[in-house]
């Protein structure tokens, strides 16, 4: 595994203690491969950083990138939704950070990031 993005759905299975996330993780971590947070994925999990223990630790963890939506990654994903016919921002910005760095996407919706990312190895939550 050369990274893995995940998306809001696998972020709320870790901080709920899914086992299975946490199992992905570790891997990650024990390979020493980049984890990736989109900036979109954490608006739509965090809620309160005091009380979010595991997703907060993730988040300063030194192989955790956190993906910022800049302009550019606003025009890529614009342009995503527009050739993919879809229209949900968070996926597409999923989908755009996990294969300009070629990682796996944790995924608790395969079906719609499968459409974004078809070339993506997509690890189902």
Sequence with gaps: MSGLTLDTG???AFERGNPFVAAILQ??????AAIALPTTVLAQ?????AKQVALTTLMRASITTIVDLDRPA?????????ISGTSD???AHVALTAT???HAIATSDPKDLAHLAPDTELIKI
């Excluded at 999990?45 to 950083?49: F, G, L, Q, S, Y």
């Excluded at 606003?74 to 939704?81: D, E, K, S």
């Design 10 to 12: 696998a972020l709320i």
């Design 27 to 32: 891997r990650a971590i024990a390979a020493n």
């Design 45 to 49: 999990a965090i809620r309160d950083p």
């Design 74 to 82: 606003a025009l890529a994903v614009g342009r995503m939704l527009a």
């Design 89 to 91: 921002l968070t996926d």
């Design 100 to 102: 300009s760095r070629n």
